[in-house]
């Protein structure tokens, strides 16, 4: 219980990320320190030769911008570099990496296995698009091991979110992976809360990592963005298919605002991990929350892959504190369902999402009606907890 956020991994190369070895543009770009943004949708050709080979497929360069583009090229290298993977594919958003990822590796007959509580957007988009195709999806609980190693038998893909995003429960990552791999089943997993500062899946044998870039990656709350990250042969089946053919690229403007975030990545997670820490250990003190979900208060074994936890975690308020007037008397604290920039946020997830969470299978959803789910930003630790204290005061009800 409590113990502090252990050290991060260690992440920046910055030798190779600032000089030729990282960006073979390097002397091209007049050295420059930060990339250019290649504002371009195409390249032209040397001559016909030059374009009768590129077609004869030796590219060469960048041919298209649906397909490649220098500056967000830069970004999926530095993904790759900092993941520790061979290869990535950057999209418009998050949903388009996970949309692309699963639908270029699945077909009709197949089957998923997903965790309870996985990220609300992934699971519609197993329901409304990817049952209706054929595919079959199981939903299991994440944090027992061996049901989820039973139910991966004959699957062909596990789609993991260690923690999910609104509950927090962790996932085995190791084991599971090598059982995913003696039972050749792909695994991907949604790494979003943690970014590579705090855990790489992929060292611990999961095959594909996707980013919900939009968050921490990004950490100013100004784009929206996704990647998936890992094994080459997979990052080619999706660079096959449902990458230039349902068209869902990143811009290279928003390559570049990830780009510039990625610079202070590592300093923002160990200011956020420092604010989670301390609002999280103190709201466990107070008599009014009966529950602080925070991924450094479990004992489970997903934790031994986690090098420090985030700051965006879930408190459940006891049954005096209405949720309306909490959530009004927010001051520092803005009401809103993202996360990862510089600004505070709270979601009353149970009493605003539910309403939307109306599929029958939606089950796994059956939140607790005061579970509030807590993003601490870079402001002030203290004024954050002083003013979850004082909404917490004008939520009491009697
Ligand atoms: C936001 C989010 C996504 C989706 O990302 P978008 O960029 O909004 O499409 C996926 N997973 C998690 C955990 C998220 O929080």
Known sequence: MNELPSKPLPLQ????????????NYERHFRAVSQPIYQTSLFAFRDFDDMANAYAGNPGGPIYARGDNPTVMAFEREIARLENTQASRAFASGMGAISATVMALVEPGDRIVT??????????LFETMLRPMGVAIDYVDGTKTDAVIDAISGAKLLFLESPTSLTFELQDLENLAQAAKQKNVITVIDN????????????????LVIHAASKFLSGHSDTVAGVVTGRKDLINKINGSTFPYLGGKLGPFEAWLLLRGLD??????????QTGEYLAASLTQHPKVSQVLYTGFSDHCGKRTLHGHSSLFSIILDKTVDIRNFSNALRTFRLGVS?????????PAAAVLHQKYEISAFRHFQLDPQLVRIYCG???PSDLLADLEQAIGAGVTS
């Open 378 to 380: 870079l402001e002030n």
């Open 264 to 273: 202070t990545l590592e300093l923002r997670m160990q200011r956020h991990a």
């Open 115 to 124: 965790v309870h509580n996985v990220y609300s957007d992934a699971y519609r």
């Open 13 to 24: 190369d910055h030798e190779t990320r600032h000089h030729g070895a990282f960006d073979p």
């Open 339 to 347: 996360w990862g920039g510089p600004e505070s946020l709270v979601v």
């Open 192 to 207: 979003s809360w943690a970014t590579p500062v705090f855990q790489r899946p992929a060292e611990h044998g999961i095959d």
